[in-house]
């Protein structure tokens, strides 16, 4: 713990260390703060002002911008509120993580998995799945309200301060945290919270819940917490009560944080969603993690949008989005027993790019040319252009099945589930 002590803003200040920052939020890229610098502008900046930056820093004369308030709607039709700092701040609070995130690493615990290095998603699936076939199989699914909009400042720092000693650290984070919000041209102060969107909000989110970790290891409690998301696995439904009462308690009083009674909840794995994970027993009995029916339901929806005749977009740009939305999906639910998903999703959606091509023909005479040139007689083609049957029934009848093959859809850029998952599973 002695490092920790003897931390000061000039590791901080470094200029390797603010170099690395830098190029680091250039290539994460992102959205322009309220100064409507780009990230391709940031570099320069830097090497044009660098002195001046740290000059004010360590005068604590810094003053970050306010962040710019971003509303973006989650599955429940509520809004995650984001704001993004500028560039130059996203780049300062790249260079306090950087310092600060090994020395916390050392701390943090072991059943925490989100935002920190060589940790992830899957090893937290993994991790609850040890815990549900163990016999833990009540469990507690604790959820934070607005986690990181009510961040309360003067608990967070003082936390923050039991590590970090240095005043001009700890004087830079809090600026940070009031730095203030502005919603179109309101200006709003920050009092309480810190705003997702920038880089340092995930180390404080971690610092903070770290407690919480820190509280369920000295009551012996099996646990798997995902930033604000926390899962805590018990033996019977009784003690999981009693669990539940007392963890929602430390909370709020020790913590200062809201737990949303609402959505919070004692269950089975069977009725539990952690990161987009439903949870249900194979033939052998132990628990298996599979892509929970809300998310599969949100990327069937992204798969409908994306093949909406409606969309006026040329099938290359289509076909790409396709592939990009395909391959996402795929490796993060990676899953050796959903082949016949994978069919069923090909199918679907090549019958609607049948539609959209159909559409993209639009005249008459477009479309009996279109069917010529792949191979329809002329008598056939001018029957089926003059056609009075709805796209529905034109994409799945034999004239665009002899067509516009499977094998013509994947030559021109469709990348199917099923060949996905030939790659990950049998070749």
């Not at 003067?154 to 730095?179: A, C, N, P, W, Y």
Request: charged content about 30%; glycine content about 4%.
């Amino acid at each position: 713990m002695k490092e920790n002590r003897t931390l000061t803003i000039e590791q901080i200040l470094d200029d390797t260390n603010l170099d690395l920052a830098c190029q680091k939020v250039i290539r994460a890229k992102g959205a322009n703060g309220v100064d409507k610098m780009s990230t391709m502008d940031l570099n320069n900046y830097l090497n044009e002002n660098r002195e001046e930056i740290k000059t004010s820093i360590r005068n604590r004369k810094y003053k970050p911008q306010p962040v710019r308030r971003v509303e973006i709607p989650k599955d429940d039709g509520s809004m995650r509120l984001l704001g993004i700092p500028t560039v130059i701040d996203r780049m300062i609070q790249q260079a306090i993580v950087q310092v600060l995130s090994p020395i916390y690493e050392e701390q943090f615990s072991e059943f925490s998995f989100g935002f920190r290095p060589k940790r992830n998603a899957h090893m937290a699936i993994d991790y609850a799945l040890e815990c549900m076939n163990q016999g833990k199989d009540w469990v507690v699914d604790i959820d934070l309200e607005k986690f990181f909009d009510k961040v309360n400042h003067d608990k967070l720092m003082q936390i923050v301060s039991e590590t970090i000693k240095d005043g001009d650290v700890i004087s830079l984070i809090r600026q940070f945290l009031v730095s203030g919000i502005q919603i179109d041209d309101e200006f709003k102060e920050s009092v309480i919270g810190t705003p997702q969107g920038g880089n340092l909000s995930p180390l404080l989110g971690n610092i903070i819940l770290d407690k919480l970790d820190k509280e369920l290891e000295s009551r012996g409690l099996s646990f798997v917490r995902y930033a604000d998301d926390c899962l805590i696995f018990v033996g019977s439904e009784k003690a999981a009560d009693r669990v539940r009462n007392n963890v929602k308690r430390f909370i709020e009083e020790e913590l200062k944080l809201k737990v949303n009674v609402t959505k919070s909840q004692v269950a089975r794995p069977e009725q539990i969603k952690f990161l987009g994970f439903g949870f249900s027993k194979g033939n052998d009995y132990l628990y298996k993690a599979r892509p929970h029916k809300i998310s599969i339901a949100k990327f069937k929806a992204k798969v409908k949008r994306l093949t909406s005749r409606r969309w006026s977009v040329n099938m290359t740009v289509r076909l790409a989005k396709l592939r990009y939305l395909f391959r996402g999906w795929f490796n993060y639910f990676k899953n050796d027993k959903m082949k016949t998903f994978d069919k069923a999703i090909d199918r679907n959606t090549r019958f609607r790019l049948r539609m959209c091509i159909w559409k993209q023909w639009k005249t008459n005479k477009a479309r009996q040319k279109a069917l010529i040139k792949l191979g329809i007689s002329k008598s056939k083609a001018w029957e089926w252009a003059n056609t009075r049957k709805g796209y529905a029934r034109v994409a799945s009848s034999f004239i665009m099945t002899r067509t516009v093959t499977n094998a013509t859809l994947e030559k021109r850029g469709f990348l199917t589930m099923e060949n996905l998952y030939l790659q990950a599973f049998i070749y």
